[in-house]
């Protein structure tokens, strides 16, 4: 898991309470908003979404940014940018 120190976002999916599969589900639907080289930030508090988005990533063509050090203690806060 690569940790960042800051990271600005061009959109935010605020998916803390939401069940599982949403955690997949929702980004994917802001990740086609998105232009090319743009950055999704993904609040969540399932810990499943630390592996879960990483291979969403590597399935789907986008690049997995990391996690904010700086996360809020309710949450964790993920980043991917969107290559294609």
Do not use: N, S
């Amino acid at each position: 898991m690569k940790f960042l120190d800051h990271c600005p976002a061009d959109a935010t999916a605020d998916l803390v309470y939401r069940a599982c599969p949403m955690h997949l589900l929702e980004p994917m639907e802001l990740m086609k908003d998105l232009k090319q080289g743009q950055v999704l930030e993904i609040l969540t508090d399932y810990d499943g979404a630390l592996e879960d988005i990483q291979a969403w990533c590597a399935k789907h063509g986008q690049e997995f940014m990391g996690i904010c050090e700086d996360a809020c203690d309710d949450c964790y806060k993920l980043y991917i940018k969107k290559l294609a």
